[in-house]
C-alpha cells in the first residue's frame, strides 16, 4: 500500500466514460464532479460545470424536437434520489453540437445511480451516460430492413426467383432462396457484384442484357432460357425470367438498378420436348402409315393433319391442309359423311362404320370406293369435343371382289334355274351329282321313269333302280369317270315304275366351277329299249335280205347260165353258113350280150351284200406303192388303150392299215375311172399321191379328164348312179369304194371341174 | 387217150344236166356220164354201181337241191363203203356264194369247188388235177 494518499478526484475524472456526480439537491442537482470524455463530449469546460445545476449547464436546445431529454434527466435523478435504487433513463434523442460545432442528432441512454451514506440517506447521485447512436442507428437500420422484407415478402417467398440488383455493377442487394438455388450461392453474396459472386452467369449474355435495360428503361422477358450454372455435365435448367429497371424517385431518369424475376420452367419444357417428341413420333408413324389417317379440329371440321394415304383417299394434295373439310370434299355432301362427324362432334361418342360406299371424286370423275372407318373424338380436358381423328381401311378390292362373287352365285343360281327348266322340259333324263357322287338333281322325266318323288328318290339312290347285274358294272364306270374327270357313255338296264327293265344309254361329262373346281358330273340317259329292238328287227331284216340276195343271185344264175349254155348249144345245131350269117350271128351277139349284162347285173348284187357282210375284213399294215403298183398292171391294156399316164409320188415304203384286198379294189376303181373318163382332146394323166395328217393317210387321185358337174358330185357315190353312157360302167364302183373307206373308218370326198379334170381325196384312218 | 370211164353230175337242174352232160360228151374225156337229180338217187346211183367199170370217178355235186342237198349227201357218202371209194374225186359245182356255205364247204371231205357255168376249161384243169389226164385246149 503506497503511503501517498490516492488522488480520487483525478481518478474519477480520468475514467473513461461519460458520467456526472452531482448532488441530490432538488431542482438544482448542483455538479460535483464530471469526467473529461462527457466534458469534451459536451464541448464544456470543468470550471464552466462544477458546482453549476446541472439544468443550467445543458438548458434546453431550442431545435430540440422535444424537451423529453432534459425532463427525463430530472424524473431520473427524483427517481433513484427518491427509491434508492439505480434508475434506467429511456433511450433519448438529443440534437448535440459537435466538436466541429454542427448539431447532429444522437441518441444517449442514461442510468442514474444513488450513493447511499452511512446512514443510508443518498448522499450523491451518480449519473452515467452512454452514447447509444450508434446501436440506435443500427437498431434503425434492421428495422429499416424488415420493413423492407416485410414489403417484399411475398416476392421472396414466392415460388419465384426474385432478386435486386443495384448499380452499374450490378451489385446483389436483395436475393431470394429460389434465385440463390438458381446461382448456386448462398446469401452470403448478398452486397457483392453479380458477375463477382457469379462468373459463369457473363458468358449467358446476362450483363449486356442488365446494362441494356438499366439503360434504356425498357424490360426484358426471356422465355425458357437455357442455363447451365452448375456445371456443363448437369442438365440444362431453362428459366422465363424478367428483367425490369426500377427507379430510386419517381422522377429519375437513370434507373438505380433492376429487378430481376425468374421462373423455373424446366419441367414444363422438358414435358413439353417429350410431348412434342411423342408428336413427332406419332406423326412420323401416322405419316407412314398404310391405312389413311386424318385429324379434324373444329365445328367446320377444319383439315389439321392428313396422311399420305388419306391424301391419297381423298384424290387431294397437301394444300387441303388447314381447309375446312367439306370445302375440300364438296361430294360428302350428299353421302352420311358429314353427318355421321357432326354427330361425333355434338356426343363425343366414336362413331365406326364398316363397309361403307364412299363416292369419291378423283381426277374429275366420280369413284367408287369401299371403306371401314372410325370417327374418334379428341376431348378437351372439360370433356368437350374439340376435333375428330377420321381413321379408314380401303376395303374396296375386297367388297369389289366380294361383289364379284355375289353376281357369280346369283348367275350360277340362275343358271342352274334355266338349266333346272330345260332338264325339266327335256324328254329324256337328266341329273346332276356331286363330286363324291351322290345326287344334285334330277329332272321330272328322271323321276316319271323311276316313278318316286325326289325326296324317295334321294333316299333310296341309283343303284336299287339298276339292273342287278349290271350294278357293278355301272358303279365301275361312274366312279372309274369321276376320278380321272373325264366323259363316260355306257349302256345299262335300269327299272321303270312298272317294274320293266328298260335298256339306257347313258352319258355323262365333268362340269366345273369358273374356278376350275369339280362341280359334279352332268348327265343324261335316254330310253333305248326300243331302239335296241329295232336295232335288232333291222339286223334280221338286214340278214333275210340277204339271204334273199343270195336265194335269188344263186336262183337267177342256174337259168341265165342255162340259156347261154342252151343258145351255144342252138348255135351248134345250126350249119355253119347259116350260124356266120349276118342275121344269125347279129342275133346271137345280142343275145349273148343280154345274157353278160344280166350275169353282171347278178354278180354286181353279190358284190354289194359281200362287202356289206365282210367289212370287218381285216386291215393290215399294206405298201400302198405296191398294191398301186399290181393294180397299174391289171390296168395296163386301159391305159395303153388311151395312151394314159400315172404318175405316182408315193414312196416305196409308205404303208396304211386297210384290207390289202379293198386297197386294191380301191386304187382300181379310182384309176379306172381317170382313163375311162378322159377328155376326148388330150391323153389322160393321173396323178397319185399320199400325204400324212394328223389323224390319216390322205391319199390323192387328181386326173384331167372330163369331170363331174357339181349338181352331180353329191349322188357321185350312191349306187347305180351313173353320169356318162358312152363308158362301160356298172354304177356300184365308187359306192362299193365309199363303202370300203367308211367301213375302215375313214372317208372319200371328190372336187371336180368339168373340162379340167377331178381330184378324189381319200382318207385312211391309221 | 385215156378218159374217165364214169362221172356222175348231181343237180336238180335238168337243163344244167343237159348242157353240162353235153358237153362232156362233146369232150369226150368220159365213156359215161350219169345224172341224179338229187343227193338220194346219187347215192343210189353210187350203190348200184360201185362195181369198178361203172363206178363214177368224178362227181360234179351242186349244193342246193331238193330231198337230200349237197351236205346231206356228203354226210350220207361218209357212211358208204365200197370198194373204189379211195380214188372217186368229188368236186362242188355251184352257183352258191353265201359266205356260210362257203365256211361250211371248206370243212368238207371234197377234193375242189367250182363256180357255174362249168366249162371246158374248167373240165380240163379238173381232170389234169385231179387225175394227171391232159386234153389239148
Sequence with gaps: ??????????????????????????????????????????????????????????????????????????????????????????????????????????????????????????????????????RVREQDQQRELRKIEKTYGLFLQAPVAVCILTGPENTIELANDEMHRFWGTTPAVTGQPL????????????????????????????????????????????????????????????????????????????????VEESERRVRSLV??????????????????????????????????????????????????????????????????????????????????????????????????????????????????????????????????????????????????????????????????????SLEEYLRVGWASYLYPEEMEYAQHILTEAISRQTIYRFEHRMRRHDGQYRWLLAQGAPSYYPNGELYGYVGSAIDITDLKQMNEQLVQTNNDLDNFVYTASHDLKAPIYNIEGLLHALLQTLPPDTRHSGQVQHLADMMQESVDRFTKTIANLTDIVKLQKENSEEAVMVELASVLQDVCLDLEPLRASAAGRFVSTIPAELAIRFSTKNLRSVLYNLLSNSLKYGAPDRPPLVRIACELTPAYHVLTVADNGLGIEQEHQEQLFSMFRRFHNHVEGSGIGLYMVKKMVENAGGKISVTSQTGVGSTFQVYFRH | MDKLSCILLVDDDKTTNFLNRLLLENLGVADRVLVAENGREALRLIEQNSTEETCPALILLDINMPVMNGFDFLDAYQDLSFDHKQSVVIVMLTTSLNPRDVARLQQLPTNGFMNKPLTKKMVHDVLKEHFNLEFPA
Design chain 1, 195 to 274: 458477375f463477382t459472386a457469379l462468373p459463369q452467369a457473363r458468358e449467358y449474355g446476362f450483363a449486356e442484357l442488365l446494362e441494356q435495360v438499366r439503360n434504356t428503361g425498357q424490360s426484358y422477358f426471356g422465355t425458357e432460357y437455357p442455363v447451365q450454372f452448375a456445371g456443363p455435365e448437369q442438365p440444362v435448367q431453362y428459366y422465363n425470367f424478367t428483367y425490369q429497371a426500377y427507379f430510386e424517385n419517381s422522377t429519375d431518369t437513370a434507373a438505380a438498378g433492376v429487378f430481376c424475376v425468374a421462373h423455373n420452367v424446366t419441367k414444363q419444357v422438358v414435358a413439353r420436348q417429350q
Design chain 1, 287 to 452: 405419316d407412314s402409315a398404310p391405312f389413311p389417317i386424318s385429324v379434324h379440329v373444329g365445328q367446320n371440321l377444319r383439315i389439321q393433319s392428313a396422311n399420305q394415304a388419306m391424301l391419297q383417299a381423298w384424290g387431294k394434295g397437301a394444300d387441303v391442309l388447314g381447309r375446312p373439310f367439306a370445302e375440300v370434299l364438296p361430294e360428302f355432301e350428299g353421302q352420311e359423311v358429314f353427318a355421321q362427324m357432326a354427330q361425333v362432334f355434338s356426343t363425343g361418342q366414336p362413331f365406326g362404320v364398316r363397309n361403307q360406299r364412299i363416292e369419291v371424286v378423283i381426277a374429275g370423275a366420280p369413284q367408287t370406293f369401299y371403306y371401314h372407318y372410325n370417327f374418334t373424338p379428341l376431348l378437351n380436358p372439360d370433356g368437350s369435343v374439340y376435333g375428330i381423328v377420321n381413321t379408314g381401311a380401303d376395303v374396296t378390292d375386297l367388297m369389289l371382289a366380294r361383289q364379284r362373287i355375289e353376281e357369280y352365285a346369283v348367275e350360277l343360281q340362275e343358271s342352274e334355274e334355266r338349266f333346272r327348266i330345260m332338264a325339266d322340259a327335256a324328254p329324256n333324263q337328266v341329273w346332276a351329282v356331286h363330286p363324291d357322287s351322290s345326287i344334285r338333281y334330277v329332272n321330272r322325266a328322271f323321276l316319271e321313269f323311276v316313278g318316286v
Design chain 1, 1 to 134: 500500500m503506497p503511503d501517498q494518499p490516492v488522488d480520487y478526484q483525478a481518478a474519477f475524472e480520468a475514467l473513461p466514460g461519460s458520467f456526472v456526480l452531482v448532488e441530490p439537491n432538488a431542482p438544482d442537482y448542483a455538479i460535483l464532479a464530471i469526467s473529461s470524455d462527457l466534458l469534451k463530449l459536451t464541448a464544456q469546460a470543468r470550471p464552466q460545470v462544477l458546482g453549476h445545476s446541472v439544468f443550467t449547464v445543458y438548458p434546453k436546445t431550442p431545435d430540440a424536437p422535444t424537451a423529453a431529454g432534459l425532463s427525463a434527466l430530472r424524473t431520473s435523478l427524483q427517481n433513484a434520489a427518491h427509491t434508492r435504487q439505480p434508475d434506467q433513463m429511456p433511450v433519448v434523442r438529443y440534437k448535440v453540437r459537435n466538436t466541429a460545432g454542427v448539431l447532429e442528432t444522437r441518441y444517449w441512454s442514461g442510468l442514474t445511480k444513488p450513493l447511499l451514506n452511512a446512514a443510508g440517506q443518498v448522499h450523491h447521485l451518480l449519473h452515467t451516460i452512454q452514447d447509444v447512436t450508434e
